[in-house]
């Protein structure tokens, strides 16, 4: 790191078209609060490889589904670790950042996860349901995601082939619940009390239980510096089951908070990114 303010290359997109998001919004904001202990630029993740020189820190932010330009965020992972350059998150994260892969090794150690599967032969290990959830394993932000009865299931091209698409039974829940750390230590929580309406979010007291299902998965994507997201539904019987484990380029739905818990939010995020540059 230089002697100097550390310097951070902030990775976004800010025109990318998120349904229910603002991503330029929450970057202006949550940039303008860092560039108080930083010297900041922000890029376009397909600019990233070639303007990472020069930073103590490369940081991912809301840059979009990677698979809009995969070859340009495999170039920058790539010339990252050639260089030794430091990435926040880092790049080593077992959740989102890796694929879906994490939900079928879930699944298979009997965690509170929607039960997943990707071959025809695990399709009977699924619960019954009326509908079954299936997306491509290497998708995001709902593309590709569409609802079948079981019958059509393993008539899928590329499920008996090549285990490129995950199923899952359609879960009838009453609401879903994200947790936002950074590194261990929980920030706030919010909650869609409509099912429908993913996006439009209110603040959730999480109970000591909850807490305890959130931090399981924290605990268990082994990241020390970061911010994660933990995503959960509730089911009609009261139980919390994991969505998602977004490490990567979590939306965090700053405008949803009040204003102190944004400035503690911040606060917290400036703190990560120093120790994570001192370690």
């Known amino acids: 790191m230089s002697a100097a303010r550390p310097r951070l290359l902030y990775v976004t997109d800010l025109a990318y078209p998120a349904r229910g998001r603002r991503y330029c919004d929450e970057d202006i904001g949550l940039t303008a609060r860092l560039r108080d202990s ?85 399709l009977p290990l699924l619960p019954a349901a009326e509908l079954y959830a299936v997306k491509p394993k290497a998708g995001a932000d709902s593309i590709g995601l569409r609802f079948v009865p079981y019958a059509e299931l393993a008539e899928l091209a590329g499920l008996a082939a090549d285990g490129g698409l995950l199923v899952q039974p359609r879960v009838d829940f009453a609401y879903e619940v994200s947790f936002y750390f950074v590194d ?20 959730y007291e999480p109970t000591p239980a909850d807490l305890d299902f959130a931090r399981g998965f924290i605990d268990w994507n082994t990241l020390d510096h970061g911010i994660q997201r933990v995503d959960a539904c509730r089911t009609r019987g009261g139980a919390l089951l994991l969505v998602e484990l977004e490490d990567l380029n979590p939306y965090l739905s700053l405008d949803r908070v009040p204003d102190e818990v944004r400035e503690r939010f911040a606060a917290r995020l400036t703190r990560s990114l120093h120790a994570f540059l001192e370690a």
């Open 38 to 122: 930083f010297d900041l630029a922000l890029c376009h993740p397909r600019d990233a490889a070639a303007l990472m020189t020069g930073f103590d820190a490369v940081v991912v932010r809301n840059s979009g589904p990677v698979l809009h330009h995969r070859e340009a965020y495999e170039e920058f992972r790539e010339r990252a670790a050639a260089l030794g350059t430091r990435v926040y998150n880092p790049p080593h994260g077992r959740g989102d950042m890796a694929g879906k892969q994490y939900l079928l090794d879930l699944t298979a150690e009997g965690r509170p996860v929607i039960p997943t599967v990707d071959r025809p032969e695990d």
């Open 184 to 203: 261990d230590d929980l920030q706030y929580a919010l909650y869609a009390p409509d099912p429908g309406r993913r996006w439009v979010l209110e603040p």
